[in-house]
């Protein structure tokens, strides 16, 4: 299992949000170019947010996130006010590896399907879900489409995978919804990405061990907060 570290960011701060509320942030000092530049020695991908841009549908962070990318090298999947192809082409032009569309898997599949066949097995798509329902508009509004059926629809595209985040567990380290992650991943042929709750590094071995293929791991404030090192986490994904 993959592990892949977290960036979100806001106004070019690293953040973390608490069950994804915009009124429950946490805010570090270190400059995100630090951070990807320490990360990079460890691990091959890198994910970065721009929570300003999933909430208001543009992308607002570009100069920071093209100072990511310069700090990391390749590897890095971009996601957050995603909404259009032409904004697509641009994070691609930052240079970021994958791109991750959210809301517009449920407002606009077809942008979704347009983006996958432009640029094939390059497009993660983010299946948030609170109560089992998908989440969109940086999960301040929540659809009544069930996650496990957006990710089989979604299984005939030429997708990189889904990234499956359970809202109410993110940023909260109580653990990461292993059987509903597992169960995902048996549904769809793409490679499915854990996201949300990851506190200890028995959560990662939760993951690894599910009854269901989960690719990789996403982990944000344990890292940020010192719970554990990135090499840690690494030797904890990959251990048989």
């Excluded at 270190?30 to 951070?35: C, L, N």
């Excluded at 059926?149 to 919804?177: C, H, K």
Aim: charged share 25%; proline share 4%; aromatic share 4%.
């Amino acid at each position: 299992m993959l592990l892949i570290p977290a960036i979100d960011l806001i106004a070019g701060k690293v953040v973390r949000l608490r069950k994804g509320s915009y009124d429950d942030v946490t805010t570090y000092p270190d400059a995100p170019e630090d951070i990807a530049r320490g990360w990079r020695a460890h691990v091959e991908r890198l994910h970065v947010v721009d929570l300003e841009g999933a909430r208001s549908g543009h992308s607002e962070q570009g100069d920071v996130i093209r100072r990511i990318v310069q700090a990391f090298g390749s590897g890095v999947q971009l996601g957050g006010g995603l909404r259009s192809l032409e904004a697509v082409e641009q994070a691609f032009a930052l240079g970021v590896d994958r791109v991750v569309l959210g809301t517009a898997a449920v407002k606009d599949p077809g942008l979704v399907q347009r983006a996958a066949a432009s640029f094939p097995h390059r497009v993660i798509v983010a299946v948030d879900a609170r109560a089992g329902r998908v989440a969109t508009d940086g999960w301040e509004k929540t659809s009544e489409i069930a996650a496990i059926d957006l990710v089989e629809e979604l299984s005939a595209w030429p997708l990189s995978g889904v990234l499956y985040t359970d809202i109410e567990r993110d940023g909260m380290e109580v653990g990461p919804n292993v059987a509903e992650t597992a169960r995902l991943a048996r549904s769809t042929p793409l490679p499915v990405i854990a996201s949300g709750g990851v506190g200890r590094l028995e959560h990662l071995t939760a993951l690894r061990q599910a009854d269901g293929p989960i690719a990789a791991a996403i982990v944000g404030r344990a890292l940020h907060e010192g719970r554990f090192s990135l090499a840690q986490a690494v030797e904890h994904c990959s251990e048989e």
